[in-house]
């Protein structure tokens, strides 16, 4: 049976026995697919070949009906450096990717959610840590969620359709997937989104260094949970993921 040629996105890899690993990965023809690499040697000095985060082409064997593919052949093509050396980077990532994980249960493709993960990694990779961090998160969750049919319409209020949210902020309303603002909500600030969030996930042209300057980072690191909380409320997951504690713990450094 021939393999087929598939570029991956490594979502998390697990040692398996002496040279092999378990691999979730996404590929834009397929999916989300969980894999076992056999016959990787690892390499003492330079790390891996199979490394969470990166891409690589290889061979997918698929069986008929079964969970588990084998892939052969593997080849890096690409490890997004700047992500690998960023604690603030890659805390991000790490954190979409566990959304990725636990919001894509199905054995479908989804083209369109793969190219917004490339779009994340290729902008983190790309930009200055300062000026992206948390937002590039924010504005890939806002894009996920859209694509798997939970958007968040931040355009006008959700109860009485007034459009000045982006001068007041809002309250994030989980179950519609819409902002409700101030005069509409009951009172309580835990899931208020302020209005520079609000440009944000509007995926407008923002100056960030801008947004930063009116979201101090408590709120900032709130927000942060409030979107990984929606994500959690609509895919089945509790939010305290692993990956958020890192992100917690990195916050302070990189928010500023
Ligand atoms: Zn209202």
Redesign the pocket.
């Known amino acids: 049976m021939p393999g087929e040629k598939t570029t991956l996105i490594i979502l998390d890899v697990h040692p398996w026995r002496e040279s092999s690993f378990l691999v979730y990965c996404f590929s834009h023809a397929h999916g989300l697919l969980h894999c076992l690499a056999k016959g990787i040697r690892r390499a003492k000095k330079t790390g891996t070949v199979i490394e969470r985060g990166s891409i690589v082409e290889a061979l997918v064997y698929s069986k008929p009906g079964r969970e588990l593919h084998t892939l052969g052949s593997i080849q890096p093509a690409l490890f997004f450096k700047s992500i690998r050396t960023d604690l603030g980077k890659s805390a991000l990532r790490d954190v979409a990717f566990e959304i990725m994980l636990k919001s894509v249960r199905d054995p479908d493709p989804h083209p369109e959610l793969y190219d917004a993960l490339i779009g994340l990694l290729t902008e983190l990779n790309a930009s200055e840590p300062a000026t992206i961090f948390p937002f590039a998160l924010w504005r890939w969750i806002d894009v996920h969620v859209r694509l798997l049919g939970y958007g968040i319409d931040t355009r006008?209020?959700?109860?009485?359709?007034?459009d000045h949210l982006a001068q007041t902020g809002?309250t994030l309303h989980y179950e519609r997937g819409a902002i409700?603002?101030?005069?509409?909500?009951e009172p309580g600030p835990a899931r208020y989104l302020p209005p520079a969030s609000l440009r944000v996930l509007g995926a407008n042209k923002i100056d960030e260094r801008v947004v930063k300057r009116e979201i101090a980072a408590a709120h900032a690191l709130r927000i942060t949970r409030l979107l990984i909380g929606y994500c959690g409320h609509h895919f089945e997951f509790r939010a305290e993921a692993a990956s958020l504690a890192f992100l917690e713990d990195v916050f302070g450094v990189c928010y500023g």
Request: positive net charge; hydrophobic residues 30%; aromatic residues 0%.
């Open positions: 006008i209020c959700a109860r009485c359709g007034a809002g409700v603002c101030s005069t509409c909500s």
